[in-house]
Protein backbone atom coordinates (compact mmCIF):
# COMPACT_ATOMS: atom_id res chain seq x y z
CA UNK A 1 0.00 0.00 0.00
CA UNK A 2 1.35 3.08 -0.70
CA UNK A 3 1.48 6.48 1.36
CA UNK A 4 -0.86 7.71 -0.68
CA UNK A 5 -3.58 5.66 0.11
CA UNK A 6 -2.84 6.12 3.66
CA UNK A 7 -3.85 9.70 3.13
CA UNK A 8 -7.15 10.37 4.57
CA UNK A 9 -8.62 11.94 1.57
CA UNK A 10 -7.82 9.30 -0.35
CA UNK A 11 -8.62 6.59 1.49
CA UNK A 12 -12.01 7.80 2.29
CA UNK A 13 -12.69 7.91 -1.67
CA UNK A 14 -11.45 4.46 -1.81
CA UNK A 15 -13.28 3.29 0.84
CA UNK A 16 -16.78 4.10 -1.64
CA UNK A 17 -15.18 1.75 -3.96
CA UNK A 18 -15.42 -1.88 -4.15
CA UNK A 19 -12.11 -3.28 -3.16
CA UNK A 20 -11.28 -4.56 -6.49
CA UNK A 21 -11.23 -1.46 -8.00
CA UNK A 22 -9.48 0.25 -4.92
CA UNK A 23 -6.27 -1.76 -5.65
CA UNK A 24 -6.50 -0.51 -9.19
CA UNK A 25 -4.99 2.67 -9.05
CA UNK A 26 -1.56 3.88 -9.86
CA UNK A 27 0.37 6.36 -7.82
CA UNK A 28 -0.09 9.18 -10.20
CA UNK A 29 -3.39 8.25 -10.30
CA UNK A 30 -3.92 8.81 -6.74
CA UNK A 31 -2.09 11.80 -7.08
CA UNK A 32 -4.03 13.01 -9.60
CA UNK A 33 -7.06 12.00 -7.70
CA UNK A 34 -6.08 13.90 -4.53
CA UNK A 35 -5.55 17.27 -6.39
CA UNK A 36 -8.95 16.46 -8.06
CA UNK A 37 -11.01 16.55 -4.62
CA UNK A 38 -8.10 18.69 -2.55
CA UNK A 39 -10.12 21.49 -4.62
CA UNK A 40 -13.24 20.73 -3.36
CA UNK A 41 -12.49 20.00 0.41
CA UNK A 42 -13.88 22.53 3.03
CA UNK A 43 -12.13 21.97 5.66
CA UNK A 44 -13.82 22.59 8.73
CA UNK A 45 -16.52 25.28 9.70
CA UNK A 46 -17.55 26.55 12.81
CA UNK A 47 -21.17 26.31 11.29
CA UNK A 48 -21.79 23.44 8.72
CA UNK A 49 -25.23 22.35 8.36
CA UNK A 50 -26.34 20.08 5.57
CA UNK A 51 -29.46 18.56 4.81
CA UNK A 52 -31.40 17.32 1.96
CA UNK A 53 -35.39 18.44 1.51
CA UNK A 54 -37.80 15.86 -0.24
CA UNK A 55 -40.20 17.75 -2.34
CA UNK A 56 -42.64 15.73 -4.34
CA UNK A 57 -40.41 13.26 -6.56
CA UNK A 58 -37.32 15.51 -6.30
CA UNK A 59 -34.62 15.56 -3.78
CA UNK A 60 -32.87 18.87 -2.76
CA UNK A 61 -29.93 19.44 -0.49
CA UNK A 62 -28.82 22.43 1.32
CA UNK A 63 -25.44 23.57 2.93
CA UNK A 64 -24.88 26.26 4.96
CA UNK A 65 -21.17 26.59 6.21
CA UNK A 66 -19.96 29.89 8.39
CA UNK A 67 -16.55 30.19 10.01
CA UNK A 68 -13.46 32.36 9.50
CA UNK A 69 -12.34 33.54 6.49
CA UNK A 70 -7.97 32.30 5.57
CA UNK A 71 -8.86 32.93 1.90
CA UNK A 72 -6.64 36.34 0.55
CA UNK A 73 -9.35 38.48 -0.67
CA UNK A 74 -8.71 40.89 -3.26
CA UNK A 75 -9.14 44.41 -3.27
CA UNK A 76 -12.79 44.48 -4.66
CA UNK A 77 -13.59 42.03 -2.03
CA UNK A 78 -12.02 43.55 0.84
CA UNK A 79 -13.79 46.93 -0.27
CA UNK A 80 -17.15 45.39 0.02
CA UNK A 81 -16.39 43.39 3.64
CA UNK A 82 -15.08 46.88 4.62
CA UNK A 83 -18.17 48.05 3.78
CA UNK A 84 -20.57 45.08 5.15
CA UNK A 85 -18.73 45.63 8.33
CA UNK A 86 -19.61 49.17 8.77
CA UNK A 87 -23.17 48.19 7.69
CA UNK A 88 -23.53 45.93 10.54
CA UNK A 89 -21.47 47.94 12.80
CA UNK A 90 -23.60 50.90 12.34
CA UNK A 91 -26.69 49.12 12.51
CA UNK A 92 -25.39 47.69 15.89
CA UNK A 93 -24.52 51.20 17.58
CA UNK A 94 -28.06 52.39 16.26
CA UNK A 95 -29.83 49.26 17.97
CA UNK A 96 -28.08 49.63 20.90
CA UNK A 97 -28.52 53.29 21.21
CA UNK A 98 -32.28 52.99 20.84
CA UNK A 99 -32.63 50.34 23.05
CA UNK A 100 -30.83 52.26 25.95
CA UNK A 101 -33.20 55.55 25.14
CA UNK A 102 -36.04 53.51 25.50
CA UNK A 103 -34.85 51.89 28.62
CA UNK A 104 -33.63 55.40 30.18
CA UNK A 105 -37.52 56.87 28.78
CA UNK A 106 -39.13 53.50 30.38
CA UNK A 107 -37.18 54.33 33.73
CA UNK A 108 -38.37 58.29 33.40
CA UNK A 109 -42.09 57.44 33.08
CA UNK A 110 -41.79 54.64 36.14
CA UNK A 111 -40.56 57.33 38.25
CA UNK A 112 -43.34 59.81 37.47
CA UNK A 113 -41.06 62.63 35.81
CA UNK A 114 -42.00 64.77 33.23
CA UNK A 115 -39.70 66.28 30.39
CA UNK A 116 -42.49 68.22 28.99
CA UNK A 117 -46.03 69.47 30.97
CA UNK A 118 -48.99 67.57 29.95
CA UNK A 119 -46.87 65.85 26.91
CA UNK A 120 -46.43 62.17 26.54
CA UNK A 121 -45.03 60.07 23.78
CA UNK A 122 -47.03 57.12 24.87
CA UNK A 123 -44.54 54.93 25.14
CA UNK A 124 -45.17 54.26 28.73
CA UNK A 125 -48.74 53.53 28.23
CA UNK A 126 -47.95 51.51 25.35
CA UNK A 127 -45.42 49.46 27.73
CA UNK A 128 -47.92 49.19 30.52
CA UNK A 129 -50.72 48.03 28.29
CA UNK A 130 -48.37 45.08 27.33
CA UNK A 131 -48.37 43.69 30.78
CA UNK A 132 -52.07 44.63 31.74
Known sequence: MSNLQHDPAIRSLLERMPKNIQTTFTDEQLAHLKIAIGARQWGNHAVDCRGVVKFFKYRYYYVFLAGRNRRELSAKEQKIARFTQAVFLSLAVTFTILFTLLVLYLIK????????DGYSFGVWSWFKGLFN
Open 109 to 116: SALGIDIF
